[in-house]
């Protein structure tokens, strides 16, 4: 059967939130309950880490100066050259994209072919591409104050204050986000166990989407199942 169209298809859940929101612990709670977590950011770090698949690409279009010893894309050379050559941001996107493309595709044949009833697509940038929130049927955002996201992060990371506020200020807007949520966790007084309680109460909801769009079109038709 083929699962992409199937009335038990999963719910594909996009998921977002700002630095230190609580989104990846959200998402390990999700993966926890038997969801498949696809990572945006992951993958699209992994195709230009040692051995991605978009090294070989990269190393015969821009040369060996490109790659570090261990294989990677060698990031400040490549800043360094985009700041002097605006067309290698292009000639280098043109390479990474598409394979991007492929890698996600490949995770969700996987997870449909998993049966899971939840794809969650853990993608910062939703809110910045209508493309993304094209291909899911409901959006869950994280959500806390711009204090707690300092908070959060500095204790995380050792950034400064001031570091992580530049960091917010380039991303989506709170507003942004809550404008194309159907769920929002608002992780700002909680707790941890709390947090977790959260997402665990999110199951009947999705459960109730997942009836609701059982038998339509999987909105990312990555074919192949
Ligand atoms: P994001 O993926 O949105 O950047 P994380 O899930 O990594 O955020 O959370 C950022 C940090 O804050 C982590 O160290 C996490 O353990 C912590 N954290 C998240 N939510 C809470 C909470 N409700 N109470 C205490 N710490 C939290």
Same mark, same amino acid.
């Given at each position: 059967?083929?699962?992409?169209?199937?009335?038990?298809?999963?719910?594909?859940?996009?998921?977002?939130?700002?630095?230190?929101?609580?989104?990846?612990?959200?998402?390990?709670?999700?993966?926890?309950?038997?969801?498949?977590?696809?990572?945006?950011?992951?993958?699209?770090?992994?195709?230009?880490?040692?051995?991605?698949?978009?090294?070989?690409?990269?190393?015969?279009?821009?040369?060996?100066?490109?790659?570090?010893?261990?294989?990677?894309?060698?990031?400040?050379?490549?800043?360094?050259?985009?700041?002097?050559?605006?067309?290698?941001?292009?000639?280098?996107?043109?390479?990474?994209?598409?394979?991007?493309?492929?890698?996600?595709?490949?995770?969700?044949?996987?997870? &449909? !072919?998993?049966?899971?009833? =939840? *794809?969650?697509? /853990?993608?910062?940038? @939703?809110? +910045?591409?209508?493309?993304?929130?094209?291909?899911?049927?409901?959006?869950?955002?994280?959500?806390?104050?711009?204090?707690?996201?300092?908070?959060?992060?500095?204790?995380?990371?050792?950034?400064?204050?001031?570091?992580?506020?530049?960091?917010?200020?380039?991303?989506?807007?709170?507003?942004?986000? &809550? !404008?194309?949520?159907?769920? =929002? *966790?608002?992780? /700002?007084?909680?707790? @941890?166990? +709390?947090?977790?309680?959260?997402?665990?109460?999110?199951?009947?909801?999705?459960?109730?989407?997942?009836?609701?769009?059982?038998?339509?079109?999987?909105?990312?038709?990555?074919?192949?199942?």
């Amino acid at each position: 059967m083929n699962t992409a169209t199937s009335p038990d298809r999963p719910l594909l859940l996009g998921l977002t939130g700002g630095i230190g929101s609580g989104k990846s612990t959200v998402a390990s709670r999700l993966a926890a309950l038997g969801a498949a977590v696809i990572d945006a950011d992951a993958i699209a770090r992994s195709v230009t880490a040692p051995g991605g698949s978009a090294m070989p690409a990269i190393r015969a279009a821009f040369g060996d100066a490109f790659v570090t010893p261990e294989g990677a894309l060698d990031r400040d050379r490549m800043r360094q050259q985009v700041f002097s050559d605006p067309d290698a941001k292009q000639r280098l996107e043109a390479i990474v994209h598409p394979l991007v493309g492929e890698e996600t595709a490949r995770q969700t044949r996987a997870a &449909l !072919a998993r049966h899971v009833s =939840v *794809i969650v697509f /853990d993608v910062p940038l @939703l809110v +910045e591409s209508k493309h993304w929130q094209a291909r899911v049927d409901r959006i869950l955002v994280v959500d806390c104050l711009p204090d707690t996201q300092v908070q959060r992060v500095m204790a995380r990371s050792g950034l400064t204050a001031d570091a992580v506020q530049r960091i917010i200020a380039v991303q989506a807007t709170r507003e942004q986000r &809550l !404008a194309i949520a159907d769920w =929002v *966790i608002d992780n /700002d007084a909680l707790s @941890l166990p +709390e947090l977790i309680s959260q997402v665990d109460a999110l199951q009947a909801p999705l459960q109730q989407a997942r009836a609701a769009v059982a038998g339509s079109p999987l909105p990312y038709p990555v074919g192949g199942v």
